[in-house]
């Protein structure tokens, strides 16, 4: 061939790069520090951007994971590695989660998705607290980065996709299947992280507070959820009526009284007036 004046044509393997830095943006503070520990869901969640070989291309995946039950709560796929992206991930996640303003921290890597102003608006609106890794510390998003290697050791290796849409099906069944709901954690102590939940806090008992008298309220003995429930039938006793109503959200119950002119057996009411008032379970901190 060098005689002839030949020479092969060799094409190098192209591997993507899902992480490009926009240096005309400020990156945000590492505030997660590698503490990749949570006391509760939607306190810290940190995401990532991977890629996905397909017959028709690459295609690539965002995901959102809650360090509390390393649950994938938030996901997204696209031929694109525009910043649509991650923020249809984080919609999804905020969809499915509803974190409570100023409570929640985001940490991502600095990529130019992430650093955009579009999504630095989208979580400032939110009130989601921004945190970015180190440049080019993979270690600073480790949970991120292993869920990726799971997938891909896992499943994806195993799997020839066509298209993006193969792709998003494969990928659909991996986590919404079986990471989150089969696939054993060890930081969970061998549970998947569906059956992780936060501990349940202690009721001390009952507090009763009118809707515009703030001053008038009473404490029953300790309750559980089904003493609470049981006891409206003592209340509708106490107060003569059948007007007493219980609803349930989360942890949170409430019971409506029609009035308070009457004392309930096992209550103490501090009032005579008729403002309807509201019943809800006092929680205590978990010890």
């Known amino acids: ?27 945000a503070a590492n505030v997660l520090d ?5 006391e509760r869901p939607n306190q810290k969640w940190v995401t990532d951007i991977t890629y996905l070989p397909t017959l028709a291309g690459w295609v690539y995946l965002a995901a959102i ?34 974190p409570h303003p100023g409570e929640l921290l985001h940490h991502s890597d600095r990529g130019c ?31 991120a980065e292993r869920f990726f290697w799971s997938l891909k050791h896992e499943w994806t290796k195993h799997e020839t996709y066509a298209d993006l849409n193969s792709a998003r099906l494969s990928v659909f ?59 409206i039938c003592l209340l509708n006793q106490g107060l003569r009526t059948r007007e007493t109503t219980v609803s349930s959200t989360g942890t949170h119950s409430t019971i409506r009284l029609p009035s308070c002119r009457h004392r309930p057996p096992g209550w103490s009411i501090g009032s005579t007036q008729s403002t309807p008032l509201t ?7 978990t010890v």
């Open 279 to 285: 019943v809800t379970r006092r929680p205590l901190p």
């Open 34 to 38: 590698r503490d990749f520990t949570a």
């Open 113 to 143: 998705q992430y650093t955009s102003d579009d999504y630095r608006k989208t979580l400032k609106t939110l009130g989601i607290e921004c945190s970015m890794s180190r440049t080019g510390n993979c270690y600073d998003n480790a949970v």
């Open 173 to 231: 069944k991996y986590i919404d299947v079986f990471y989150n709901r089969q696939r054993l954690h060890q930081s969970l102590g061998y549970k998947p992280p569906s059956s992780s939940k936060p501990k349940t806090p202690r009721t001390s008992g009952v507090e009763i507070s009118p809707r515009h008298c703030p001053k008038v309220w009473a404490i029953a003995p300790q309750v559980s959820t089904s003493e609470l429930r049981a006891a």
């Open 1 to 27: 061939m060098k005689d002839l004046g030949l020479k092969s044509r060799v094409s190098k393997a192209f591997t993507p790069t899902t992480t490009k830095a926009d240096p005309s943006k400020r990156p």
């Open 65 to 98: 994971v809650d360090l509390f039950s390393r649950k994938v709560v938030g996901w997204a796929m696209s031929d694109s590695l525009a910043t649509p992206l991650v923020s249809t991930a984080l919609r999804r996640a905020i969809e499915s989660r509803r």
